[in-house]
């Protein structure tokens, strides 16, 4: 019997597709295989309207391990035998619908991505949207997902080091909270999801299966939202403390030389895991659901099969090697059950006990449809970029813009966010969340470190997804670079409204094309990613949202630098112009055009060659010892990045000493008329640096060598913020509207 449309609109499949199917089996799909189509072929499962496109960005380097997409998470070769592993991944939805359970179960899912790899999880990072938080919907939200995210990384003990939060109106029906899980291995542990030997038995141990999460991937992560639907049930359910003793299990059972291969429960649960691993290892599967444990009485095979039940793990193995890899796991207190073996047939084969369920090729299941779309521009997309400086009225004062803008939610300190995260956790954190524009993490044994950062600007990618989108990539690896690390690779979570629409399509492939080219023109490969679409409602979209993480490596711990001017007498010089301007794109989707003047207007710029080789620049002054410290410029332009230098000073975030600065009087006499866009405009391609005298003169011309515009702004001093005729303030005046900016709009 054909199928009817509320059950297609149920599990996110069109009738084009289901006739598809129909035809791929010759035959009407029963039920089981149904759910499992739809899931595997649902846009987080499938990439039915992205994978087209991911083929643009570079993928490879001398240093990649593993090809974006063949495994759960990219690899990395950072030297001495070690890899780095490190994933995004978003969890919008659920976390919409049950804030705290949406966001933990975000981090334990991505945590298994890297476990999958074999790798033990060291640090954990995040990017979160949510509308502004002046409503109490937006705030309920906030703590939902905070709470969950410390809850569950506080419990299995890996640090959160980094991320980033920001609010707009878009994103009030469709809060963003994407994931980053980075973890170490070496190189010859890496473990693989590739299920290859015919003949190996399929172990899954972890959590009992529940009713939880079923239609996750399908029903949340592939349409929108709609009012009326009631969603709590497609959330999953989080155990962060069976979770951690799955880590240590795994990596256990993988130190014995016999799981063969490893991969993780996440979206669309069992389904998902198994025939994703065969398809990868070329073979098919035979499962016996009723060997699954369950925590739950009376569940179907569909339940079963779709489940998206937490901390679950797929493990395979040579018969002769079970016993032992269940002895593994009866140590840390894990179930461990034989539920199927690796087939050489590529047929997905699914039993309950005697009865066949399900029955399909895996190639059918695991080939979605993919979808190449003709995207246009919307009606007023041209019309957003038309800023003329003239159209942008005057405000009396500089240091009242300026206390505004550090008071602003998307600028103030998230001190009070990130102290509820456990960030010093495995003893290796270096540069702490704040301190600095990365986080930088000690390779022990080694003298290493790397840097992680994850970076994203809706606003501007709204403006103009091309050019936005190579900012987002610039500026998170200046991150990198402002703590002296090179960056080494990229991971992505492509955040969009519903790509069916043509002027989403046209923002997801525009937004591609850029990062495409920014990556390229730095020479970073993206080595693993996620797309999270249909984040709209009410036919609203959010912006569009494409999160950039990026990993970076420091061959020397000791030479790193922070953000905060360390001490008096120093000399601040600024990377990457060598006067201040005053155009209209430096204003563009800027913090201070959205703050003062309510507008989302302009086009943004960007030079990639002048941003490489500002961000080479920086890293060599910081591993030469010479400068102090380092700072780019971004939300809020020069005036705030100066600021939160002198806020910061010694590093001591929260309750440090600060510095104060004086400009030159050079640079105090050639400031613009519109000292608005110089202040605050948002150039890309900007760093600020603090150094010694002595050094200045020996930097500048070394900076004119490497094509490198560079400009003394002034010196360290005193404890006041001083900016002749602009900006007199004291420095803990500015810290005060900074520190306590989002503790305010929260309340």
Known sequence: MPVSKEILDEIALSQAEYDLIVDRLDREPNPVELGMFGALWSEHCGYKHSGPLLGMLPSRSDRTLSQAGAENAGAIDIGNGLAVVFKVESHNHPSAVEPLQGAATGVGGIVRDILAMGARPIALLNSLRFGPPDTAGNRRLLKGVVDGIGWYGNCIGVPDVAGEIYFDDCYSQNPLVNAMCVGIARIEDLASAAADRPGDVLLLAGAGTGRDGIHGASGLASRTFEEEQELRPTVQVGNPFLEKSLIEACLEALATGRVRALQDLGAAGLTSAAVESAARGGRGIALDISQVHRRESGMTGYEVMLSESQERMLLAAAPEHVPAIREVFDKWDIVCRPVGTVTEEQYAQVTDGAEQIASAPVTHLTDAPRYRLDGQPSADSLERQRLRLRDVPMHAAAGDSLLQLLASPNIAS?????????????????????????????????????????????????????????????????????????????????????????????????????????????????????????????????????????????????????????????????????????????????????????????????????????????????????????????????????????????????????????????????????????????????????????????????????????TILGCTEGDRMRIAGLIDMPVEELASAWYGGLDSALQ
Not at 415 to 433: E, I, L
Not at 572 to 599: C, W
Not at 674 to 702: K, N, Q, T, Y
Request: with cysteine.
């Open 414 to 710: 998230r001190w009070g966010v990130y102290r509820q995260y456990d960030h010093q956790v495995q003893t290796n954190t270096v540069v702490a969340p704040g301190a600095g524009d990365a986080a930088v993490l000690r390779i022990k044994d080694t003298g290493q470190a790397i840097a992680v950062a994850i970076d994203g600007n809706g606003r501007q990618c709204f403006l103009d997804p091309y050019r936005g989108a190579q900012m987002v990539v610039a500026e998170v690896t200046r991150n990198l670079s402002c703590v002296g690390a090179e960056p080494l690779a990229l991971t992505d979570c492509l955040n969009f409204g519903n790509p069916e629409r043509p002027e989403i399509y046209y923002q997801l492939e525009q937004c591609i094309r850029g990062m495409a080219r920014a990556a390229r023109a730095l020479g970073i490969p993206v080595v693993s990613g996620n797309a999270s679409l249909y984040n709209e409602s009410q036919g609203a979209a959010i912006f569009p949202t494409p999160i950039v993480g990026a990993l970076g490596l420091l061959e020397d711990v000791q030479r790193h630098c922070s953000a905060g001017f360390a001490e008096e007498g120093l000399a601040v010089i600024l990377l990457g112009a060598d006067r201040l301007t005053a155009r209209a794109s430096d204003l563009a989707g800027s913090e201070y055009l959205n703050t003062a003047h309510g507008m989302v207007r302009g086009r943004p710029r960007i030079n990639l060659a002048l941003e490489r080789r500002v961000q080479g620049f920086c890293r060599t002054l910081i591993a030469d010892g010479l400068a102090k410290s380092a700072h780019d410029c971004s939300d809020g332009g020069l005036a705030v990045a100066l600021a939160e230098c002198c806020i910061l000073g010694d590093g001591r975030i929260g309750g440090g000493r600060s510095v104060g600065f004086a400009a030159s009087d050079d640079l105090s006499h050639n400031i613009p008329a519109r000292w608005d866009a110089a202040l605050f405009g948002e150039a890309a391609s900007r760093i600020l640096i603090s150094v010694e005298m002595e050094h200045v003169s020996g930097i500048l011309a070394s900076a004119g060598a490497a094509g490198v515009p560079a």
